[in-house]
């Protein structure tokens, strides 16, 4: 919990500093990058996390994988070498991303289904969502066949359960009283 504190304080930071100089867009691109890197290359993601491994080597090689960022991205790089917090980089990534995305009057919204939803059926979830939401909405789409039927919606905080399996739970619940 302490390092996802920490790496919103960072990503806050990070993206005020991008945005008075006009590179917010640029380092969020940096950002995106560094997220799917790390989470997609476990020799990185445990070279990060190895607490054998001395930070210069860690930021030496975080320079040279990642050599051409924005020079705001490569002070974050040394910011981290400076207070021995290399372990939260993905999570920063992550947190900019979304703080970036904030800034911008965009949100990404889930919807659960038990099956992949339809363009139609997107179309509709956007549609009401609109309703709840006056930002830009980003619809990603997880399929959980758990849920037998119905939707869950997660809209920044706000969460709407109408599954099946959340009613055969209340259901059940309900009897069992």
């Given at each position: 919990m302490t390092g996802s504190r920490?790496?919103?304080?960072?990503?806050?930071?990070?993206?005020?500093?991008?945005?008075?100089?006009?590179?917010a867009a640029q380092v969020n691109d940096d950002m995106a990058l560094i997220a799917a890197t790390i989470n997609n290359n476990t020799e990185l993601?445990?070279?990060?996390?190895?607490?054998?491994?001395?930070?210069?080597a860690k930021q030496s090689v975080l320079t040279e994988v990642?050599?051409?960022?924005?020079?705001?991205?490569?002070?974050?790089f040394r910011l981290l070498f400076d207070n021995q917090r290399f372990e939260i980089?993905?999570?920063?990534?992550?947190?900019?991303k979304?703080?970036?995305?904030?800034?911008?009057?965009?949100?990404?919204a889930t919807v659960t289904t038990a099956f992949e939803i339809t363009p139609e059926l997107?179309?509709?979830v956007l549609e009401k969502i609109k309703e709840i939401s006056d930002k830009k909405?980003?619809?990603?789409?997880?399929?959980?066949?758990?849920?037998?039927g119905g939707f869950i919606l997660r809209v920044g905080d706000k969460q709407?359960?109408?599954?099946?399996?959340?009613r055969l739970i209340t259901l059940k619940r309900e009897l069992s009283n």
């Open positions: 920490a790496a919103i304080r960072y990503a806050k930071a990070i993206l005020e500093m991008a945005q008075a100089t006009g590179a993601y445990d070279f990060i996390n190895n607490p054998t491994v001395k930070a210069a990642f050599a051409n960022t924005q020079s705001i991205t490569q002070g974050l980089l993905a999570q920063i990534a992550g947190q900019y979304q703080q970036f995305d904030a800034a911008n009057g965009e949100e990404e997107e179309a509709k909405i980003t619809l990603k789409n997880i399929v959980d066949p758990s849920i037998i709407f359960n109408a599954s099946v399996a959340s």
